[in-house]
């Protein structure tokens, strides 16, 4: 027998390449895609034993699947984390990662510039299910921070960068001030992924992602994923959180804490959440994630190197009033960006017309290599106008409030050869 190699002392890149599915003797080299929602056993008392959590196994894919739990397994290597799980999509992983340790009646604190599918998600939808929540402007103070929390309080959610308003989070500080409060800060890491930054290392507790972004990398599939680092000591508050150290009367009387120790947080989001919500990844959707996951190190480099040639020239151009890329030295994030994301940032810019709004569509539909699509994140250049698509049911305060001004410009470089999205901007500018 050979030995196995330790993925713990592989780098990132071949952890992309390498890590999860790990084939035994004659097995298939690459991942199988395990299309079967269910799972055959010998006698009806194993089986039960898999319904009482007693033994582990697979047996229906609302649950769990191999082929997802095998790329999940490579996210959390990937983030350093200790169990993860993927879901149907980014919303359903802030949402999950949220609600596993929130009920009606709870609070949470969210960083005011998140995407504006997680601040509908924490302001409007689970605002209707008793989940009230702060807005805390990522670059307020410690003193300003720790001044919302409540006795209610349950986590703190932010964006490594956030999308579109790319604001580069100081996670040391927010993760002081939550610790102080005795509660997790998470962190949905979707733009800068894990190539960048692996927000563990300054303190974050669970980090989520979107992974229809970079990581699936091509624009083919929406998922997401949540990881949990294994640091947070949930049982240190046992009042605050009941669902992890009190007895599950839907699983017989089983305490998540001291029953799966580390595992405790993704297990229970596993066999409560996703029994009864039901938003699992599609196992082929699972293997589309993997193969992009296998050149996310190559990819995030090149989009990091094309967006800061792209973003150099624009701040260069004579028609642009202003460019936002936490890569240029005269961004005001830069300093903060140096520290978490000294590889890279992403590859996204965001940037305004002299001409203004009304002119921004124009210059949109002048574009030929940047499509206009609601995406952002994968291989092909794209572009959006978010005031008047992703954002466009915010009020004009809320706007300001979000980072997104109304004649902000979403860039999103792909992989392309910089020069020809340059040479595209550059004939479209011609026109305003
Ligand atoms: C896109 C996105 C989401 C939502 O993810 P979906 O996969 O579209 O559901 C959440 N957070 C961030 C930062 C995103 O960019």
């Not at 697979?58 to 959390?76: E, G």
Request: glycine fraction near 8%; charged fraction near 20%; aromatic fraction near 8%.
């Amino acid at each position: 027998m050979k030995d196995k190699m330790n993925l713990k002392e592989l780098g990132l890149g071949s952890i992309c390449v390498q890590a999860g599915w790990q084939p035994e003797n004659g097995e298939s080299r690459v991942l199988p895609i395990y299309q079967s929602t269910t799972f055959k056993y010998d006698s009806s008392e194993q089986m039960g034993r898999l319904f009482d959590l007693e033994d582990s196994g697979y047996f229906y894919t609302r649950l769990q699947n191999p082929t997802n739990d095998m790329v999940a397994s490579k996210i959390c290597e990937l983030e350093g984390g200790v169990a993860a799980m993927l879901t149907a999509s980014g919303q359903a992983a802030n949402y999950f990662a949220v609600f596993n340790i929130c009920e009606s009646g709870d609070h949470v604190i969210l960083s005011s510039t998140v995407y504006g599918g997680t601040h509908n998600l924490l302001t409007v939808t689970m605002k209707k299910m008793g989940i009230t929540c702060s807005l805390v402007d990522p670059d307020a103070s410690e003193d300003e921070i720790n001044a919302l929390f409540k006795e209610n309080t349950k986590c703190v959610l932010a964006e490594t960068i956030a999308n579109p308003a790319l604001v580069v989070l100081d996670i040391e500080k927010f993760a002081k001030c939550a610790h102080a409060h005795g509660v997790p800060l998470m962190i949905d890491n979707t733009f800068a992924t894990p190539i960048n930054c692996r927000p563990f290392e300054f303190g974050a507790d669970i980090v989520t992602h979107s992974t229809s972004k970079y990581m699936d990398g091509h624009a083919v599939s929406v998922g997401g994923a949540i990881v949990d680092s294994g640091n947070f000591d949930w049982s240190r508050y046992p009042d605050k959180f009941k669902g992890l150290c009190t007895p599950d009367e839907s699983y017989h009387g089983i305490t998540y804490c001291e029953k799966f120790g580390k595992g405790a947080y993704i297990t229970k989001a596993t066999v409560q959440l996703m029994r009864d919500l039901g938003s699992i990844q599609s196992p082929f959707n699972a293997f589309l994630l993997n193969m992009g996951l296998e050149t996310l190190h190559l990819r995030v480099a090149k989009h990091c190197e094309n967006a800061l040639e792209v973003a150099t020239f624009l701040e260069q151009h004579e028609k642009v009033a202003w460019v936002n890329y936490p890569g240029l030295k005269s961004n005001r994030y830069y300093e903060l960006a140096q520290k978490y994301l000294p590889n890279g940032t992403c590859g996204v810019i965001s940037f305004g017309l002299k001409a203004g709004r009304e002119a921004t569509p124009k210059f949109m539909d002048q574009l030929q290599l940047a499509a206009i699509v609601t995406h952002v994140a994968d291989a092909r250049t794209c572009v959006l106008h978010p005031a008047s698509h992703t954002h466009r049911q915010m009020s004009d305060e809320q706007l300001k409030e979000a980072g997104v001004a109304p004649d902000l410009i979403r860039f999103s470089v792909g992989i392309e050869c910089a020069s020809d999205i340059i040479k595209d901007l550059e004939q479209a500018l011609k026109i305003v």
